[in-house]
């Protein structure tokens, strides 16, 4: 978990946009590895680890990666506001443990 700045919030809030950033970009993979469009992953290197994801969540890997995107872009909207950027980053963190 990042540690985001508590003394300049616009400096944690763009701490707060490259994590996201980087968080769609890890579910957007692991949702195609799960679809088996292996050519299309972006990360090439975490493809393994993209595939020991995909068996510990089964059946639903593509569903539960859809809903991490969905939850991702809604943290990122919020983070658009004037909630602070740790506060964002905790509700995606409790969004993506309860799929």
Do not use: C
Request: hydrophobic share 45%; aromatic share 6%.
């Amino acid at each position: 978990m990042p540690e985001f700045d508590a003394d300049d919030r616009e400096h944690a809030r763009g701490q707060l946009v490259e994590v996201l950033r980087q968080a769609r970009l890890t579910a957007r993979d692991l949702l195609v590895s799960a679809l088996g469009s292996k050519k299309t992953v972006f990360d090439v290197s975490s493809a393994p680890e993209y595939h020991k994801i995909i068996a510990a969540l089964g059946d639903d890997a593509a569903r539960k990666a859809a809903d991490a995107i969905g939850a991702i872009n809604e943290a990122e909207r919020v983070a658009n506001t004037n909630v602070a950027p740790a506060t964002t980053f905790g509700w995606l963190q409790i969004q993506l443990r309860s799929l």
